[in-house]
């Protein structure tokens, strides 16, 4: 019998499935690709659920440098699960040839979808912590790490950067940030 974490995978992995299916079955049937976007910010929403995967493979034998290493690619990629709710900002902005009930249960799927992938990759980290530190301060990078997911999320929706944006541009990210700051 597969383990619980087989059947997380497994389950994430079939409503992701699902997803795809709803935006394929869409574009097939109304010839509209403008819902295509979903679909690579759900892959999106999966790197950090790899990258906490692999974290915490190698933090069961030990923490190091390593599991440093892919935390911070992580907490840059983390924002990535929750930014799928804010894609209800698409909703009715526009007379889609689909019905409006089947965009707004395709849209929920998907942030449903990134809100699981979301919380597995975190629940991994708070378990690598939580090893390394003890449960106060697992539970504070809990809290640290929504708290910049949240703020991640306010610049990849609104301010348009990217999760890579922080690794290929750095200072170009702080200098807008502390212009959005300054206005």
């Known amino acids: 019998m597969p383990g619980r974490r087989t059947l997380a995978f497994v389950a994430l992995l079939a409503a992701s499935a699902l997803c795809v299916a709803t935006v394929e079955i869409r574009t097939h049937e109304t010839g509209d690709a403008y819902y295509r976007?979903?679909?690579?910010?759900?892959?999106?929403?999966?790197?950090?659920?790899?990258?906490?995967?692999?974290?915490?493979?190698?933090?069961?034998?030990?923490?190091?440098?390593?599991?440093?290493?892919?935390?911070?690619?992580?907490?840059?990629?983390?924002?990535?699960?929750?930014?799928?709710?804010?894609?209800?900002?698409?909703?009715?902005?526009?007379?889609?040839?689909?019905?409006?009930?089947?965009?707004?249960?395709?849209?929920?799927?998907?942030?449903?979808?990134?809100?699981?992938?979301?919380?597995?990759s975190l629940y991994l980290v708070q378990m690598i912590l939580r090893r390394a530190f003890g449960p106060a301060v697992a539970w504070l990078g809990v809290l640290v790490a929504l708290g910049l997911a949240s703020v991640g999320v306010y610049v990849g929706r609104f301010i348009r950067f990217n999760s890579w944006d922080a690794l290929l541009h750095p200072i170009r990210v702080v200098e807008v940030l502390n212009e959005q700051r300054s206005e």
Do not use: C, K, Q
């Open 37 to 120: 976007f979903l679909v690579w910010n759900l892959i999106l929403a999966w790197v950090p659920l790899a990258l906490a995967v692999g974290a915490y493979a190698r933090a069961r034998r030990r923490v190091d440098v390593v599991v440093a290493v892919l935390l911070v690619p992580w907490l840059l990629f983390f924002p990535n699960a929750p930014y799928l709710l804010t894609d209800f900002i698409h909703l009715g902005g526009r007379e889609g040839p689909a019905p409006l009930w089947y965009d707004a249960l395709m849209l929920s799927a998907f942030a449903w979808t990134g809100l699981l992938l979301g919380f597995a």
